[in-house]
């Protein structure tokens, strides 16, 4: 039995209330190849280009490691999506999977956190660019009116179609593989041949020369986690594009398992290529280890062609965050869970109203970063980080819920199999509960935790408030 035919087994009921009907009035505009291009992009943003600034200051060397430990998570908790998306690939499907493998308040959370996650990651996204932008301009136009800029042009793009989101997004992609690739070769070329301002110095032996390769002790790695973490989050992408697929049973699985060769090449093959040209040491937090590795090597030219892909890096995560918001708050409605205006759809089948509220509260990082541009890009990151993650521990729950009833005869296998489940997905939910751990360690990051209960409070009484006007309905009900 296929996913597909399981979709059709569903009651009348809940092919008219939820996201899980065959069509939820969505264009399947997205092809093979931007879904390759989202899943490869996904992986590669802010968390990488600017982030890992901050990482290496921390952790030395050692944050290799830890990219490379959190990466096997990753793919874990990616293959567990895998599974679930053949099961039944449905558009907004954390929300929807937590719906029928937890229950309707499992599922509401996941919706309204993960569309919380991609407002705050726009506004991370936005703030990151207008940082970007004073590598040319020095101050000379504040900051703010880059991330004004730059969540109009977005928003207007993301009203058109989903084939433009899509478009942009592989050529945003592209950009980002295509820089990463070449500063890899030229960092390979430096350390072989012997080029540039760094030739004298650049040596592999930079990864453990100074102090070892973990210089600030195990410690000073795991407090990267969160960090590291953060890097990855929008992998999970690939899952909100399934009702927008042409052909989800062939294209996304494709896109699943070329998480580890990502991982490999864009996060660990790099770094180890830029801490061996340039030592550890002279990285700096809020300073982009790519473009500060391209200066050190006394290429400027070099260093403003990186920027300017961080800077398109930046911009596509704040594109997905603003094709994924419309989309959350769009099942969520269908859901009966959220305002039923949020269900409509434009004439090229983008939910318009459910996007122009999310670019609206993104406008908040415009005001972050006219009251604070210093500390803007720290303010937001580790809230991002909390409510990010909350979608992926719904992934490997319903995922070992899933594989235990079909197991069981209850539910047909999926034809994509996470490989070590349940077990893997166990070790991921682990390895979860112990970088949150870390982050309430963490004093930067520890305010996001403070956060986190109130977010739950907020839903709670927003959910028992909704349910108490339709006690009978099937979204507050277990199917």
């Known amino acids: ?45 802010t968390g990488l280009f600017l982030g890992a600034g901050k990482a290496i200051s921390k952790a030395g060397p050692s944050l290799i490691l830890a990219y490379a430990i959190a990466g096997l998570v990753i793919f874990f908790i990616m293959r567990a999506l895998g599974e679930l998306l053949m099961y039944r690939p449905v558009s907004g499907s954390f929300s929807e999977y937590a719906r029928e493998f937890v229950g309707p308040f499992a599922g509401f959370v996941t ?14 996204e936005v703030t990151a660019a207008a940082q970007y932008m004073s590598f040319w301009t020095h101050d000379s136009f504040p900051q703010w009116a880059y991330a004004l800029i730059f969540t109009v042009i977005l928003y207007a793009a993301n009203l058109i179609s989903v084939k433009l989101f899509g478009e942009l997004e592989f050529w945003f992609s592209m950009v980002k593989v295509t820089a990463i690739v070449g500063m890899i070769l030229i960092c390979a070329g430096i350390l072989t041949i012997g080029f540039s301002d760094a030739a004298d110095t650049a040596t592999v032996s930079n990864l453990w020369n100074d102090r070892g390769f973990f210089p600030e002790g195990i410690g000073g790695t795991l407090m990267t986690l969160q960090i590291v973490m953060f890097a990855f989050l929008a992998v999970e992408l690939v899952g909100v594009t399934a009702g927008e697929s042409k052909d989800p049973e062939k294209t996304l699985p494709k896109a699943i398992n070329t998480v580890p060769w990502r991982i490999a090449v864009f996060y660990i093959g790099a770094l180890i290529m830029i801490l061996s040209v340039v030592p550890w040491a ?18 400027g030219v070099g260093a403003a062609i990186v920027n300017f892909v961080v800077l398109t890096a930046a911009l596509s995560s704040c594109n997905s965050g603003m094709y994924s918001t419309g989309r959350m708050l769009r099942d969520l409605a269908l859901n009966g ?4 205006f949020f269900t409509k759809l434009t004439k090229s089948g983008t939910p318009l109203i459910g996007t122009t509220v999310s670019a609206v509260l993104m406008l908040v990082g ?25 979608a992926w521990i719904m992934i490997l729950v319903c995922q070992i819920r899933y594989r235990a009833k079909a197991d069981r005869g209850e539910l047909p296998q999926s034809t994509f199999k996470a490989p070590g489940a349940p077990w893997s997905s166990w070790f991921a939910l682990l390895f979860i509960g112990m970088v949150i751990v870390m982050m309430g360690v963490d004093k930067d990051a520890r305010i996001s935790l403070y956060c986190a209960p109130l977010w739950a409070l907020i839903l709670g009484v927003t959910y028992l408030a909704l349910k108490s006007r339709n006690p009978e309905g099937a979204a507050f009900n277990k199917r």
């Open 1 to 45: 039995m296929t996913s597909l035919q399981v979709d059709k087994q569903h009651d009348g009921n809940e092919a008219a209330g939820s996201a899980a009907g065959a069509d939820e009035g969505y264009q399947r505009g997205l092809g093979a190849r931007q879904i390759q291009m989202i899943a490869i992009g996904g992986a590669i943003g």
């Open 111 to 124: 919706g309204w956190t993960y569309w919380l996650f991609w407002v705050v990651t726009g506004i991370t």
């Open 282 to 299: 002279e990285f700096q937090p809020g300073v982009s280890p790519f473009v500060a590795a391209f200066e050190k090597m006394g290429l």
């Open 337 to 340: 869970q959220g305002p039923t």
């Open 366 to 390: 415009v005001w972050i970063n006219y009251v604070a541009p210093g500390k803007a890009f720290d303010y937001v990151v580790s809230f991002a980080t909390i409510s990010g993650m909350w």
